[in-house]
């Protein structure tokens, strides 16, 4: 073949390889303009899948939630049964009381948020082990079955980039170590927009799961401890066992030496004897960690109840900011107006130093 002929053929094959090329860039073009132009409701499935990628879904972050706090549980009687704790200090708490770490701790955290992870791979976590490395972890599978029967839940689908979940692997770690088991719990809290909404407390060592979600539905557990018409007539306060700080004293200046004092361990368990209404509300003066408080938050606002600082602020539990609440607690169900407008008013009026 010729030069020439071959530098014929040459440009011809090029002219053929620049047809589909245009084709596809008009093409591509159409889409994008099709996209763009068409109200949502007309834009075809794909397009919804697409968008889906960036919801999840609350009934079944509830369900894994239900799920991880349960895990958890299983990690911490186990670690139980051994006895080998391989126990350790984190230091001291503000109020001077020993804060410990377990073995116990740190399989409970793995469990609960590598299990979460692996299952919303993109939903923001926050436990209070964070800083413990995970290895060779059992995950699992959603398993709707640890619904109850006659809960009947809703699909609703929320923007991932709204969702926090909060994680405390173990409440009541000191007391786990002196088998004060009672107190124990492990906690799981979804936060949308930073309002709590969903919030799950497991007792392992009695085999119980408090769970609710705001608007919807609730553990059978949780409905069976919870009175209808719960008795407020006086004041019946639960405290921190181990980090009180004053709070008795302000207790006794607030609502007088006729009100009752129950010192309790792991906020978990106080949030449950005031649903349970074995107190009229659970106080707390000094700062504590939202992942103590969140799921017991969301429980109580799904009864009627309320949970604010002692500013009577609604504590905010979205990814910005401390995960400390400085400001300490008042958890009620049905006297939180009463309650917090006396002890508003001493705060006013008595500038006593720990009170804050």
């Given amino acids: 073949m010729s030069y020439l002929n071959r530098k014929e053929n040459m440009g011809r094959r090029i002219h053929v390889h620049r047809v589909p090329a245009a084709i596809a860039i008009i093409l591509l073009t159409l889409i994008i303009v099709y996209f763009v132009n068409f109200n949502q409701d ?162 392992p060592f009695i085999g119980q799961t408090a769970w609710a979600w705001v608007d919807h539905s609730m553990s059978e557990y949780l409905a069976l401890i919870h009175p209808l018409n719960p008795d407020t007539t006086k004041p019946l306060i639960t405290v921190s066992r181990s980090h009180a700080g004053s709070v008795k004293e302000l207790i006794k200046d607030v609502f007088g030496e006729n009100s009752e004092i129950i010192t309790a361990a792991g906020a978990g368990y106080k949030v449950l004897q005031v649903i349970s209404n074995n107190a009229t509300a659970y106080l707390h003066s000094t700062k504590i960690k939202k992942w103590d408080i969140c799921a017991g938050d969301a429980i109580l606002r799904a009864l009627g109840g309320a949970m604010t600082n002692l500013n009577d602020e609604f504590i905010n539990y979205g990814p910005e900011g401390s995960p400390v609440n400085e400001q300490g607690l008042l958890a009620t169900l049905k006297t939180h107006d009463e309650y917090i407008d006396k002890l508003m008013q001493f705060r006013k009026n008595h500038v006593v130093s720990g009170h804050r």
């Fill in 42 to 203: 007309e834009r075809p499935a794909v397009y919804g899948l697409l968008r889906n990628q960036n919801k999840v879904n609350l009934r079944k972050l509830l369900i894994g939630a239900i799920q991880a706090a349960q895990r958890g549980g299983i990690e911490v009687l186990e670690v139980a049964q051994t006895r080998d704790l391989k126990e350790r200090s984190k230091g001291k708490t503000d109020e001077g009381a020993n804060d410990p770490f377990t073995d116990a701790d740190g399989r409970s955290h793995c469990v609960m948020k590598e299990g979460l992870h692996r299952i919303f791979p993109r939903i923001k976590i926050f436990s209070e082990e964070d800083k413990e490395s995970c290895s060779n972890v059992n995950t699992f599978d959603l398993d709707p079955t640890v619904l109850h029967e006659t809960a009947d839940l809703p699909n609703v689908l929320v923007d991932i980039d709204e969702v926090t979940v909060w994680i405390d692997p173990l409440d009541a770690t000191q007391e786990f170590t002196e088998k004060l088991y009672q107190y124990v719990t492990t906690m799981v809290c979804v936060a949308v927009k930073g309002k709590p909404i969903i919030g799950v407390i497991h007792s």
